[in-house]
């Protein structure tokens, strides 16, 4: 019988030439998997890192490559393509981030992968798919483009990267289990335009948007100040939604009722009388999710 505890990729090597974020965030999904993994960048550049997140917040790219085994090469020249095909020797999967023109030019296309390494599988990560993959872009232009930049104001993380890299390490288990049943190698593209738009379902839902439940129009599901900062309340489910009423000495019938302005006025009025410590008893003592913050 297996061991529940075991990492689900020990035993898998994997190899990532991907710069920037999405694919060193992936590589350290599956190092969390326990796969063994090598990151391979150029050489540095005055001691600084040629991966540009290595300029841009040393932090974050310590962070992601710790515990990865970084290998240093130029790929454009023969010394550096001898290092690469050393190492794709034992590699299971292969993680780029390279446009498929690139891919092409430094004999990394999938068709001559194939031809030389069976067994290994290639999970591409590019910004659009299909055709659009040469299109330049960034988390920013993606998270535009699903729809999910609604003002001048910068969105608060980048999702599309992150989600990008979710469905990167997704994709390495999908090559992963179908070389189990092939015996042989597959290629995935992960496209983060694509993963934008995954994010972006619940507000093309409606679920997300001004007058849907999750997106204000629900009393209980808001973001509100209170007496010395602000509270995020997610009473959506009516037994939350009760507890809420009930503690601020509210009537509301039914769900309808939380779509009420008079109710909203009524939370809002009951929350902005109350300390984040008074809030904090509030949610322990009625079953209440919500959550302080300090302005």
Same mark, same amino acid.
């Given at each position: 019988m297996s061991n529940p505890n075991t990492p689900t990729l020990q035993g898998t090597r994997i190899l990532s030439l991907a710069l920037n974020l999405p694919g060193p965030a992936a590589l350290m999904r599956c190092r969390d998997m326990g796969a063994t993994c090598t990151k391979l960048e150029p050489p540095p550049r005055h001691g600084v890192p040629a991966d540009p997140m290595g300029a841009y917040n040393p932090e974050a790219y310590q962070t992601m490559h710790q515990?990865? =085994?970084?290998?240093?090469?130029?790929?454009?020249?023969?010394?550096?393509?001898?290092?690469?095909?050393? &190492?794709?020797?034992?590699?299971?999967?292969?993680?780029?981030?390279? =446009?498929?023109?690139?891919?092409?030019?430094?004999?990394?296309?999938?068709? &001559?992968?194939?031809?030389?390494?069976?067994?290994?599988?290639?999970?591409?990560?590019?910004?659009?798919p299909g055709?659009?993959?040469?299109?330049?872009?960034?988390?920013?232009?993606?998270?535009?483009?699903?729809g999910l930049v609604p003002s001048l104001e910068l969105p608060p993380?980048?999702?599309?990267?992150?989600?990008?890299?979710?469905?990167?390490?997704?994709?390495?288990?999908?090559?992963?289990?179908? =070389?189990?049943?092939?015996?042989?190698?597959?290629?995935?593209?992960?496209?983060?335009?694509?993963?934008?738009?995954?994010?972006?379902?619940? =507000?093309?839902?409606?679920?997300?948007?001004?007058?849907?439940?999750?997106?204000g129009a629900h009393a209980g599901y808001r973001v509100y100040r209170c007496a010395d900062g602000r509270v995020?309340?997610?009473?959506?489910?009516?037994?939350?939604?009760?507890?809420?009423?009930?503690?601020?000495?509210? &009537?509301?019938?039914?769900?309808?009722?939380?779509?009420?302005?008079e109710v909203h006025r009524a939370v809002a009025a009951f929350i902005g009388s109350q300390t984040r410590s008074q809030l904090d008893q509030l949610a322990i003592e009625h079953d209440v999710p919500l959550y302080t913050l300090a302005d």
């Open positions: 515990g990865l =085994r970084t290998v240093h090469a130029d790929l454009k020249t023969p010394e550096g393509q001898a290092t690469l095909h050393a &190492e794709l020797a034992s590699t299971d999967v292969l993680i780029t981030s390279f =446009r498929p023109s690139a891919l092409r030019k430094l004999g990394l296309a999938w068709p &001559e992968l194939q031809a030389r390494y069976p067994r290994l599988s290639l999970v591409e990560i590019v910004g659009a055709e659009r993959a040469e299109e330049p872009g960034h988390d920013l232009t993606y998270l535009a483009e699903a993380t980048l999702f599309a990267d992150m989600a990008g890299a979710l469905q990167a390490s997704e994709a390495v288990l999908q090559c992963l289990l179908q =070389r189990v049943e092939s015996g042989t190698g597959s290629r995935r593209e992960v496209a983060l335009s694509q993963a934008a738009a995954w994010l972006a379902l619940p =507000r093309h839902w409606g679920l997300t948007r001004p007058e849907g439940a999750v997106g995020a309340v997610a009473a959506l489910e009516p037994h939350f939604a009760q507890s809420l009423c009930r503690a601020a000495g509210i &009537e509301a019938a039914d769900l309808k009722a939380m779509f009420a302005p």
